[in-house]
């Protein structure tokens, strides 16, 4: 199992461009999540799903967007990017109080 | 939702027992308690979780106090390998879905 992937790995974006952060799992889980992390923080949800065509915002919802079209893939959508969204972005899935993150995507906006 | 409070910082010399502390005052009945790691430039991994009684696996043992306002992550023997950042983190269920409330962590620095 490759657990969760996540692509790109780094990426450079310019005020106001968008771009899809993409991850999937090969674990079949129902439950994938989002996160972001700053600098020295914890990890804030963005967005979580529960199942194929199901989801929901976290705590840090503005300014993204994702879908859930299959079991595997939960993409997730930045519009308008803006120097706030810096950060470093996991994604997890959750099987039996287990989350299981990937590597993450570290974005930077200038 | 229920959060957590930690140390920002701990130390602790290699092969020792280091004792890492978890404050979660607001814990509902249903929340159970995680510990999470996260090594330098990697996504957090699970070390263990509880409810109510205490628990061990290969990598840590947590202990949990008996009204549940907090709880203390056991690393036995630290090793070099163990410095990272731990997370004590609640999971929340909410109309059936479950969700994970992160705080900011304990930097562990373990000394040779």
């Known amino acids: 199992n490759a657990g969760v992937t996540q692509t790109p790995k780094f990426r450079i974006l310019k005020i106001g461009q968008s771009m899809t952060l993409q991850c999937t799992q090969d674990m079949n889980h129902n439950y994938m999540y989002w996160y972001r992390q700053d600098p020295g923080m914890g990890l804030k949800l963005i967005y979580y799903s529960v199942g194929a065509g199901i989801t929901d915002k976290g705590e840090v919802p503005n300014g993204y967007n994702v879908s859930r079209s299959t079991t595997e893939d939960f993409p997730l959508r930045l519009e308008l990017a803006a120097p706030s969204q810096t950060s470093v972005y996991f994604c997890a899935s959750n099987r039996a109080d287990t989350q299981y993150f990937g590597p993450g995507t570290r974005l930077t906006v200038l | 939702d229920a959060k957590t409070t930690q140390p920002n910082s701990m130390e602790s010399n290699e092969e020792e027992p280091v004792h890492l502390p978890c404050n979660h005052s607001t814990i509902s009945g249903t929340d159970y308690i995680h510990w999470y790691r996260q090594l330098p430039s990697q996504g957090p991994e699970y070390v263990i979780h509880g409810l109510t009684s205490n628990v061990n696996n290969r990598m840590a043992s947590l202990a949990i106090a008996e009204d549940r306002k907090s709880s203390t992550l056991i690393l036995h023997r630290a090793t070099l390998r163990d410095a990272a950042v731990y997370y004590c983190?609640?999971?929340?269920?909410?109309?059936?879905?479950?969700?994970?409330?992160f705080g900011t962590g304990t930097r562990l620095k373990v000394l040779a």
């Open positions: 983190i609640l999971s929340v269920t909410t109309s059936g879905t479950y969700k994970y409330i």
